[in-house]
C-alpha cells in the first residue's frame, strides 16, 4: 500500500502542475489581448457592462460600435472568457476551414441540442455529417416539391381576408407557421396542419426561447448551467422547449417500437436496408425520420438521444431561418417594386401566366428571383454572427488565436463591406450576384449558410422552398409597404430580426 505522506505529497503536486498548466494557458490568453485592440475592461466582468441594460437591437448596435472602433481583429473580454472578433474575408476562410474551428463555441450547448449537427462536438458532427449527407441529394429534395406547392396554397388562402382590409399586417406569422409545416412534413412525415394556432403557439415559444437565450448569452454569471438552473427563466425555457419539441415527441412516441430496437441492438449493425434506387422511388417524399431509422439500423450510428436531436435541429434551425429570409424577401419586394416586377415577370416566364404548381425543374430557372434572395441574405442574414471554439493555436493574418479562445465570425459586417460590395455596399441591389460581379469577389464575403466543412446541411432544402413560396405569393398578391430602408431597425434574439417587423399590405394580381 502507498504511504498516505506519499499520497499528500503527490496530490500537492499534480494540484501544482495543473495549476501551472492553467496559468500557462491563460497567460497566452492574455498577452493576446494586450497585443489586439478592444473596448476598456474590468476584473471580473471584462466588457460585459458595455451589454448591461440594453435591449437586443441595442445589443447589436454595441456589437457594430465595438468593431466598428476597432479593427478586426479585436477582442472582447465577457468575464473570465476572451472572444476574438473577425470579419476580415481571409481570416474567415482560414478559421472556417481550420481543424483547430471545428468545435462550435460552448455557448451553443444553450440550444439543449448537444449531438445535433448544429451544436454536437466535433467527433461527433464528422460521423453523423458524413451519413446525413446524401439525406440532401437532390433527388430527395426534389421529391419534397409536392409537399412545398401544397402547403404554400393553404398560405396563399391564409393571407386572403387581408385584400378586404388593405390594411398592413406582419407577413412573417403566416410565412413562419408556413415554413414549420413544411418542415414538419418532410422531417415527420405528418400532415400536422400547423398554420393555425397550434402554429402560433410553437412560433411565440421559439420567440421567446431566442430572447431567453440571448439575455443569457451576455451574462456570464449565468452560463454555469447549475446557477441557470436556480432561475425562473430556466423554467419559462423548459416550457418553451416543451412546446417546440411537442411535435416530434409525438412521432417518436409512435415509432416506440422502432425505437426499442434501437435502443436494445448489440454493437453491430442488422441488416442493411437499402436507400431508393430509381427514380419511381423517389416519386414518394423521402421523409427525414424514415431516413434517420434506416441509419440507425444500418451503421449503428445514431441511438435514440442522436435521433431525437437531429430532427429537432432540423425543425428549430429549418423552420426559423427559412421564414425569417423569406420574410425579409417579400419586405424587400414590397419596398422596392420594379424589383418584385422583375421576379414576378420572370416567374410567369418560367411557370407560365395559368400558373398550377411549381415543377422542381422550374427552380432551377428562377435565377433573378435567386439573385433577389441572395442579396436579402447578405443585408439581413440570419445568422450574422457564428462563434467557433479554438482548439489548438491557430496563426491567422496578424497574429496566432491560442487554444481556448472563442473566435465570433462577423458575417453581418464582411457582407457590408466597402471593400467587398463597392460604395453602396449597405443599399439593396441583386445585380451584385450577376454572374460577372461574383466571379472576382472574395469566396467568403457572402456566407448566409457559413462555409468550409461545417456549413449548413440544408442550404438547398432551404432555397427550394422559399422559391415555391415565393412563386405562390407572387402569382396571388401584389405586394407594398410603408416602410423604407432607413427606417428599418434590427435586432438581434440569436438571430437577425427587424425590429419594426415585416410589416406590408397586399392587393390581388
Known amino acids: 500500500m502507498i504511504d498516505a505522506s506519499v499520497v499528500f505529497v503527490l496530490s500537492i503536486a499534480i494540484s501544482a502542475l495543473c495549476w501551472t498548466a492553467w496559468r500557462l494557458h491563460k497567460w497566452k490568453h492574455y498577452k493576446l489581448s494586450a497585443d489586439l485592440a478592444g473596448p476598456r475592461d474590468f476584473p471580473l466582468i471584462g466588457s460585459a457592462h458595455l451589454f448591461l441594460g440594453k435591449n437586443t437591437g441595442e445589443q447589436f448596435r454595441c456589437i457594430l460600435d465595438i ?5 478586426s481583429p479585436c477582442r472582447v473580454w465577457l468575464g473570465p472568457k476572451l472572444f476574438v472578433f473577425i470579419d476580415n474575408a481571409d481570416d474567415l476562410q482560414t478559421v472556417l476551414n481550420a481543424g483547430q474551428c471545428l468545435e462550435k463555441a460552448d455557448v451553443y450547448r444553450f440550444f439543449q441540442c448537444e449531438t445535433g449537427l448544429f451544436s454536437a462536438p466535433a467527433p461527433v458532427w464528422k460521423v453523423h455529417r458524413k451519413h446525413l449527407s446524401p439525406c440532401f441529394n437532390a433527388k430527395i429534395l426534389a421529391s419534397f416539391v409536392a409537399i412545398f406547392n ?6 396563399v388562402e391564409q393571407l386572403r381576408g387581408y385584400v378586404e382590409r388593405g390594411a398592413l399586417f406582419n407577413v412573417y406569422e403566416y410565412i413562419a407557421k408556413c415554413t414549420l409545416d413544411m418542415v414538419c412534413a418532410t422531417t415527420l412525415g405528418t400532415n400536422m396542419q400547423l398554420q393555425n394556432e397550434q402554429g402560433d403557439e410553437y412560433i411565440a415559444a421559439i420567440e ?9 448569452l451576455y451574462k456570464v454569471w449565468l452560463h454555469p448551467e447549475w446557477i441557470y438552473r436556480l432561475t425562473s427563466d430556466y423554467k419559462v425555457q423548459q416550457q418553451c422547449y416543451a412546446t417546440a419539441y411537442k411535435m416530434s415527441r409525438r412521432v417518436l412516441a409512435l415509432k416506440g417500437a422502432e425505437l426499442a430496437k434501437i435502443r436494445n ?3 453491430v449493425p442488422v441488416a442493411k436496408l437499402e436507400a431508393p434506387t430509381t427514380t419511381d422511388e423517389y416519386r414518394k417524399p423521402q421523409i427525414y425520420i424514415d431516413q434517420l431509422f434506416r441509419l440507425a439500423k444500418e451503421t449503428g450510428v445514431f441511438d435514440e438521444r442522436a435521433i431525437r436531436d437531429e430532427i429537432d435541429t432540423i425543425i428549430l434551425g429549418g423552420n426559423e431561418t427559412s421564414a425569417l429570409t423569406l420574410s425579409h424577401v417579400v419586405l424587400m419586394l414590397a419596398i422596392h417594386q420594379d424589383v418584385q416586377r422583375r421576379v414576378y415577370e420572370e416567374m410567369v416566364t418560367v411557370v407560365g401566366s395559368s400558373f398550377g404548381e411549381v415543377e422542381n425543374d422550374h427552380l432551377a430557372q428562377l435565377t433573378y428571383m435567386e439573385m433577389v434572395m441572395k442579396e436579402t441574405m447578405r443585408l439581413f ?3 450574422p454572427i457564428i462563434a467557433r471554439q479554438c482548439t489548438d493555436d491557430l496563426r491567422i493574418s496578424t497574429t496566432t488565436i491560442p487554444s481556448g479562445v472563442t473566435v465570433v465570425l462577423g458575417i ?18 441583386p445585380d451584385n450576384f450577376l454572374p460577372e460581379r461574383t466571379a472576382h469577389r472574395h469566396p467568403y464575403c457572402f456566407l448566409p449558410f457559413s462555409a468550409g466543412p461545417r456549413n449548413c446541411i440544408g442550404y438547398r432544402y432551404g432555397l427550394m422552398s422559399m422559391k415555391v413560396m415565393l412563386c405562390h405569393l407572387l402569382a396571388a398578391y401584389r405586394f407594398s409597404t410603408d416602410l423604407t430602408m432607413d427606417q428599418l431597425a434590427l435586432k438581434l434574439d440569436i438571430t437577425l430580426k427587424i425590429a419594426n417587423k415585416h410589416m406590408v399590405r397586399i392587393v390581388p394580381r
Open 67 to 71: 468593431t466598428k472602433a476597432h479593427r
Open 150 to 155: 401544397a402547403k404554400s396554397t393553404i398560405l
Open 208 to 216: 421567446r426561447a431566442s430572447e431567453l437565450l440571448n439575455h443569457r
Open 265 to 267: 441492438r448489440s454493437t
Open 381 to 383: 442574414p440570419v445568422g
Open 412 to 429: 453581418y459586417n464582411v457582407q457590408r463591406s466597402e471593400q467587398h460590395w463597392g460604395p453602396a455596399a449597405n443599399a439593396f441591389d
